[in-house]
């Protein structure tokens, strides 16, 4: 399997979704896409249908990036919200992330709870708190391709400089990624990039970027662009469209809509699964 260094080192920009279960991951890795990322957001709502404040465990996370990583051969990136703790407690979850196949993760420095990048409300613990968990979660990992990335969600309260005085600060921290909640416009982003010492991972989160082509978000030199509400956006909208047709009696007008059991089939890998039963 490419690490994510590797994938990181090549001379383009990575688009990825964000998803929450085994059969998503299946999807976005079936359709040819280098990397799967684990969304707070994602997983809070599809598991537990909670709301992005914070409120799941390490062990919630951790049971579902090893579901995840068992469903596919790409890298799996997950996002660890504050770290779920302090130092120690972050260099227990890089130990257990790592240990899961896991190939990095993603820890941002907002107060606990935190909350969806999104929202109004964020605040962010000091720069002297932050670089002591990022510190622990650098040293805890046994391999170098393991990727930590650093998130900043200062620029509502503290504004676009701050960001990008924090995520200096985090990049010589050790840092491999550098990343910021928050709607960011392309020239900010454009901004972020040329003074930030690392590369920029941008969080399409604002609905009006994403149908953007992906040349404009080439154009503004980020590394990575995850689509944080596809799939589960659109997922959300297709089962309400669904259990509303049944409940309605006009659930037949939609057969055309709905997976066959061949494209179920397909992407459960079910042949595979066949012919060792039948051995």
Partial sequence: MTTL???????KTIFFPVVYDGLTARIVEMNGFEIVWIGGL?????????????LLTLTEFLERARTIVRAVNIPVICDVETGFGGVNNVRRMVMEFEAAGVSGVQMEDQTFPCRC???????????EEYVPKLRAAVEARKSKDFLIVARTDCKPTLGMDEVIRRLNIYADNGADLATAGSPFTLEEY???V????????????????IGLPFKQWEDTGVKMVGYMVVPLYFSIK???????????????????????????DRILKMDEWRKWAEQ
Wanted: net charge positive; hydrophobic share 40%.
């Fill in 5 to 11: 260094k590797e994938i990181l080192k090549k001379e």
């Fill in 42 to 54: 994602n997983v809070a709502a599809s598991n537990f249908a909670l709301p992005d404040m914070g």
């Fill in 117 to 127: 990048g999104s929202f109004t409300g964020t605040a962010v613990i000091p720069v």
């Fill in 190 to 192: 454009k901004r972020v």
């Fill in 194 to 209: 040329k003074e930030v010492k690392i590369p920029i991972k941008a969080n399409c989160s604002i609905i009006d970027q």
């Fill in 238 to 264: 297709a089962i309400e469209k669904s259990v509303q047709a049944l409940k309605n009696g006009t659930i037949g007008d939609m057969i055309s809509e709905r997976a066959s059991h061949e494209d179920r």
